[in-house]
């Protein structure tokens, strides 16, 4: 075998081997990435199908609940105000437009 021929066959073997190399990383590079997108989809699928807890609703009372609804209404200078507030008519905002002077250099 001559010297051109070795070196060819040389160069053939060691490309090949990083060919090989590179594809093995490749492949467990891919594989990790499905494991870890298993364990995220089984992580969601564990949130969506886990049922929910439900509380149950508290007794208030009825002195409480007199308390709440009170609090809830507006005092009536206020729902003045607001009914003020959605009668105005918002005027559309002033743009003032300037044309553009166009400079030329000699």
Known sequence: MSR???LKLFVNQRLNAAVEE????????ITEYEEELERRHR????????PEIKLR????????QQQLGSQEEAPPEQQEWSS?????QPEPPLIKEE????????
């Open 84 to 88: 003020r507030v959605e009668q105005e």
């Open 22 to 29: 590179i594809f093995g990383h490749f492949e467990r590079t």
């Open 43 to 50: 992580k969601l699928l564990d949130v969506v199908l886990t």
């Open 99 to 106: 044309q553009e002077e166009l400079w030329t250099t000699s």
């Open 57 to 64: 609703h508290a007794v208030i009372p009825a002195d409480v």
């Open 4 to 6: 051109l021929q070795s």
